[in-house]
Nanobody
Framework: VQLQAFGGGLVQAGDSLRLSCAGSGRTFSSYATGWFRQAPGKEREFVAVISWSGASTYYADSVKGRFTISRDNAKNTVYLQMNSLKPEDTAVYYC????????????????WGKGTLVTVSS
């Protein structure tokens, strides 16, 4: 499985942005997919995860109520809708896939895509 995240950009605080994670391979739709982010000088952190069917999702407390993860398996794409963006959301965002769904932020992911930069100005 190969992944590519895109859709990042420069926005102002309070704006919205939608990231996409495009997966290759017919099996991508069977993978749970997570979003992570890494801010400058900080460790990578978990953002959200969605099961292969989309029935289960889980969010980090820092984004709960503002971000929504979803997927369209017909398009082999997972989305991260980000609303009410804050300067502290500034980071490189990565998507990753694993064969089974886990709500644990410490779960290991076997497949990672290149990130996309989100910059939120105040």
């Amino acid at each position: 499985v190969q992944l590519q995240a895109f859709g990042g950009g420069l926005v102002q605080a309070g704006d919205s942005l939608r990231l996409s994670c495009a997966g290759s391979g017919r099996t991508f739709s069977s993978y749970a997919t997570g979003w992570f982010r890494q801010a400058p000088g900080k460790e990578r952190e978990f953002v959200a995860v969605i099961s292969w069917s989309g029935a289960s999702t889980y969010y980090a407390d820092s984004v709960k109520g503002r971000f929504t993860i979803s997927r369209d398996n017909a398009k082999n794409t997972v989305y991260l809708q980000m609303n009410s963006l804050k300067p502290e959301d500034t980071a490189v965002y990565y998507c990753a896939a694993r064969t089974s769904y886990s709500s644990s932020p410490q779960a290991l992911y076997a497949h990672w895509g290149k990130g996309t930069l989100v910059t939120v100005s105040s």
